[in-house]
């Protein structure tokens, strides 16, 4: 029988400093809560607002497979690998840590918020090569239907990272709705709603709850209002042997 849980918007950790005004899905940084420390191999799950001209100096990662989304401004990103590039709302930044990456990460511009997600999922090989890359899914978009923007394949559509994860985004029409059928044995789902309103195997999920199911098949999910918008990660649950 399948396991599901709502993770309400208002039970998330926060930190505000002024310059950054944070989220945490999970415990990180000085949020901790032994009953939120990851769902499968789904580390961190953090919803960022970040000043225009602020943002965070050259620090270290290692080991874990790092997925940026912008949902609204733009992001500068510089590392030691050689890249800099600026990521815009509607693109997705991989960065798989490996081995051991420096990167920063500032807001672009000077008078504007930019808001993202910064996701983290354990890898399921360690010590890679570290690498970077990043994608405009515009052209992968389709209207009340999920399309796919990340997954275990460079084959694949969208971007991918070291883990049998698949990530796909919905833009939804009030009361329209989709059967997704998970990708992988042992998977599960953990879907945040980004914009208006979802029916998600019966939970009814806002603006910022989530909803994570696992041992299915299969997660119904209904939009309860227009112009809703969601995150869906298809994630392995058992964390791998390190």
């Known amino acids: 029988m399948a396991i599901i849980s709502l993770f309400p918007e208002k039970e998330r950790g926060r930190a505000d400093h002024g310059w950054l005004k944070a989220?945490?899905?999970?415990?990180?940084?000085?949020?901790?809560?032994?009953?939120?420390?990851?769902?499968?191999?789904?580390?961190v799950l953090n919803d960022d607002l970040i000043e225009g001209g602020m943002g965070f100096g050259s620090h270290p990662h290692d080991n874990m497979e790092i997925v940026t989304i912008p949902l609204s401004g733009a992001l500068a990103h510089k590392d030691n690998l050689g890249n800099t590039s600026v990521i815009q709302a509607g693109e997705i930044q991989v960065m798989s840590a490996g081995t051991g990456v420096f990167h920063s990460e500032f807001n672009h511009k000077p008078d504007e918020n930019v808001n993202l997600f910064q996701i983290w999922l354990f890898p399921n090989k360690r010590n890679v090569e570290p690498r970077y890359d990043q994608l405009n899914y515009a052209s992968l978009k389709k209207e009340n239907e999920l399309y796919q923007i990340l997954s275990p394949s460079p084959d694949d559509q969208g971007v991918w990272i070291h883990q049998d994860a698949w990530f796909y985004l919905g833009d939804y029409d009030k009361d329209r709705?989709?059967?997704?059928?998970?990708?992988k044995s042992g998977n599960g789902v953990y879907a945040m709603v980004i914009e208006g309103s979802f029916e998600i195997e019966g939970q009814v999920a806002n603006k910022r709850d989530a909803v994570g199911v696992s041992e299915a098949d299969a997660v119904k999910i209904k939009a309860l209002q227009e112009n809703s918008k969601i995150l869906l990660m298809d994630i392995p649950m058992e964390l791998p042997a390190m």
């Not at 989220?23 to 580390?43: A, D, E, M, T």
């Not at 709705?177 to 990708?183: A, C, D, K, N, Q």
């Open 23 to 43: 989220n945490f899905s999970f415990s990180f940084s000085n949020y901790y809560n032994p009953q939120k420390i990851h769902f499968g191999v789904l580390r």
């Open 177 to 183: 709705s989709e059967t997704y059928r998970i990708r």
